[in-house]
């Protein structure tokens, strides 16, 4: 038999084996006819290129179908052959490419021709399908719900993309309601806020002002104080009090006003804008400063205030009405103003500490939720309502390890409903006074800290926990003395519903790492699931890799 036959009966041997499944085999079969002279190379190839493919072995394809390119650039085999394996190895755009070099090259009369055109604009088309504008395919409120997952920056961002999308963002009034220039990467002219504005139609509901430059500051906040439909509002850039309560007086919709520590805001101020903006929730003052009384006045009705936040770097002073101030009730058969007072955070911050006497009683708040105290003094007829949920006392001063007023042994502490308690760095907080919240008052606290607290010792505090059934998942013993390897399996096996554990600069060691990760195997035990360990130099970093491998997050 001649090399021309040879040749063609190990091409139909391939092809046979090719169509039983055979492709390993076929591959030889073809490679051996290729060996052959005066073979049909491109035929052959063809073959055995659309074999590798079945393979999955696509470079090996393509490598065939380059050198049947190669042999007769007019030939569409090569071509179709190579843009099929770009195809199936998941390279569309590639493919492409090929179709459109193929229609440069092979000449108009090739038979062949058209099935290269069709072929390409069926791509083509595909392709270029995969490519429209999200905003002309999307519906309104499928388009709606994917911008409301960006960021004010990156909506700003997203309208220099083309005029089309500018114009499409413009059209939405309801996605510039909110002004917030909390993330600009340079200070921001006045004109950008104007724009804004513009676009929600002079109906913004929310504006944060910050980052602006100086000269633009008036500028955007007589622009923000237009908006009927006014909110929510931060003032995060310096500007005096009294033009602050001359532009928004008259802003009744006005339910959130949050002042920065950039700008000190007396208490005549701040009651004359609790006196001229009705609707309002919640203020943050966070930069309080004393006042005369006689340029002091707070309104007798304020139904919707719930919540109060005012910070001072002032000292209490009693020729004048304080920082701090808040009214008391007096007279119960009269209207209080904050009845309703849901939330309170005082904060006093002296460059001299000087214990901050309180003109309050949170027992006059019925509704009272949250308290958060700092560098308060707290004696008297100071007393806690049975409503609190949270109380945060951190620093200040006590005439005794007990100052409330309502724990007396003829009334003592009832407080039901609190969660969430934090003392920080509270010089007269001792084991009378944790004993009172945690079993006295019967508290359901979860979430206890007593860090930086120097008058309370481990012993006591582990024997309050296991001995009274406490319910504690989150505890801060945070440079507490006594707190070490030996203190703490007890308090493991006491207190099962311990999660979180902050152990910050005490004298623990890799021990208790330990000692935390075989507690999470035990029944008996608590099922620590994070620990804090900053400033703890007796725990090694081969002890808090040990205890990461074991599944604890253990935070550094």
Aim: a positive charge.
């Amino acid at each position: 038999m001649g090399s021309r036959g040879e040749a063609a009966l190990l091409q139909r041997q391939g092809q046979n084996l090719y169509g039983q499944g055979s492709w390993e085999a076929a591959v030889n079969a073809f490679t051996e006819a290729l060996k052959c002279p005066d073979i049909d190379a491109l035929s052959v190839l063809d073959n055995r290129a659309a074999t590798y493919t079945k393979l999955l072995r696509y470079d090996q394809a393509l490598k065939d179908a380059r050198q049947m390119i190669k042999r007769n650039k007019q030939d569409e085999r090569g071509y179709l052959r190579c843009a099929k394996a770009l195809l199936l190895d998941g390279k569309p755009e590639k493919a492409l490419e090929v179709y459109a070099y193929a229609l440069k090259t092979l000449p108009k009369d090739n038979s062949r021709r058209p099935v290269v055109e069709q072929m390409h604009k069926k791509l083509q088309n595909k392709l270029g399908s995969r490519n429209l504008d999200p905003f002309s395919v999307f519906p309104l409120e499928i388009a709606r719900m994917v911008l409301d997952h960006f960021e004010f920056r990156q909506i700003v961002a997203i309208l220099r993309v083309s005029k089309g999308w500018d114009r499409f963002l413009s059209s939405m009034r309801d996605l510039w309601m909110r002004l917030d220039f909390s993330g600009a990467r340079s200070k921001i002219h006045w004109s950008s806020s104007l724009a804004y504005i513009r676009r929600s139609k002079a109906m913004l509901t929310q504006a944060v002002v910050t980052n602006l430059t100086k000269a633009s500051i008036r500028k955007v906040l007589e622009y923000v104080s237009r908006c009927p439909r006014l909110e929510h509002l931060e003032i995060l850039s310096p500007f005096g009090s009294e033009g602050i309560y001359e532009l928004f007086k008259g802003c009744k919709q006005l339910k959130v006003l949050l002042v920065s520590a950039e700008t000190p805001v007396p208490q005549s101020t701040i009651t004359k804008l609790l006196a001229s903006l009705p609707k309002l929730e919640r203020i943050e003052i966070h930069k309080a400063t004393k006042s005369l009384q006689s340029d002091t006045q707070w309104p007798s009705s304020l139904p919707n205030l719930q919540s109060i936040t005012l910070g001072t770097t002032e000292s209490g002073l009693f020729n004048h009405v304080p920082a701090l101030y808040i009214p008391r009730l007096v007279d119960p058969s009269t209207p209080f103003p904050l009845s309703n007072l849901t939330e309170l955070r005082l904060h006093s911050n002296p460059q001299v500490f000087v214990p901050y006497p309180p003109s309050f009683n949170p027992l006059d708040f019925p509704h009272l939720q949250k308290l958060d105290m700092s560098g308060l003094y707290i004696g008297g007829d100071f007393g806690l309502p049975p409503s609190l949920q949270f109380l945060r006392i951190r620093g200040g001063a006590a005439i005794e390890a007990l100052p409330f007023a309502s724990a007396t042994e003829d009334q003592p502490l009832h407080l039901p409903n609190l969660t969430t308690l934090i003392f920080s760095d509270v010089p007269w907080a001792t084991y009378d006074t944790l004993y009172s919240f945690l079993v006295d008052a019967k508290a359901p606290v979860s979430v206890l800290h007593v860090d930086s607290c120097l008058r309370v010792m481990a012993e006591m505090l582990i024997r309050i926990l296991c001995e009274h059934d406490s319910r504690i998942s989150t505890l801060n013993v945070a440079h507490i003395m006594g707190i070490d390897d030996m203190a703490l399996p007890r308090l493991f096996g006491g207190v099962r519903t311990l999660k979180v554990l902050n152990l910050s600069y005490t004298d623990i060691t890799g021990v208790t790492i330990k000692t935390l990760v075989d507690s999470r195997i035990a029944d008996d035990k608590a099922n620590v699931e994070c620990v804090y360990v900053k400033g703890c130099e007796g725990i090694s970093s081969d002890a808090i890799e040990y205890g990461r491998s074991r599944g604890l997050v253990i935070v550094t």
